[in-house]
């Protein structure tokens, strides 16, 4: 998994718990990274897992429901690293119609060896619902709830999600269904 996410995390959990929780998080956790990360690095995803885990229990919150926190907070990375996400959508529905494509692809030219979940978008004829079905290697469904309702928020629109995941380990996949309101 690449640096950035990590540095990202990094940077919510400092926002939100404090540098000295942080640094007590990163000191007490057998990390083959020591807790160095740059953007460009490539980390094992297991250590995002421990810090999810190690929250979790310092601070009594789901494990989910922090990942879910720090996807929304993640897609705001997202918009200040992708421009074009600012600029070639009107609305959260466009945006996920083309996320993968238009990121995946953007990754991909800085990142060859990159392992991304698919991300596959059907929408309804009248354009008030869309269905995003999550495939990964990785257990990151609760991350992508996130993201997507980062991306809603992002364009303030009024979006229910529902989440069913459907992973059955070593592959982890989500079936998301948005409808406008």
């Known amino acids: 998994m690449k640096g950035v996410i990590f540095r990202s995390f990094i940077e919510f959990s400092e926002e939100k718990y404090g540098l000295a929780f942080v640094d007590k998080m990163l000191n007490s956790l057998p990390l083959s990274s020591n807790g160095v990360y740059t953007n460009v690095g490539k980390y094992p995803y297991t250590e995002l897992i421990a810090f999810f885990n190690y929250i979790s229990q310092d601070k009594d919150i789901n494990p989910n ?93 009024d979006v229910t999600i529902e989440m069913t995941d459907r992973s059955t380990p070593p592959e982890y996949k989500a079936l998301f269904t948005l409808q406008r309101q």
């Open 65 to 157: 429901i922090l990942a879910e926190e720090f996807g929304a907070v993640f897609f705001k990375s997202m918009i200040n690293s992708y421009s074009f996400l600012k600029t070639d959508y009107s609305n959260s529905f466009e945006c996920l119609c083309h996320l993968e494509q238009d990121i995946n692809r953007q990754v991909k030219k800085l990142y060859i060896d990159a392992e991304l979940p698919t991300l596959s978008v059907v929408s309804s004829a009248d354009g008030q619902s869309l269905t995003l079905h999550y495939v990964s290697s990785r257990p990151f469904t609760h991350l992508w709830y996130g993201i997507i309702r980062g991306c809603i928020n992002y364009f303030k629109e």
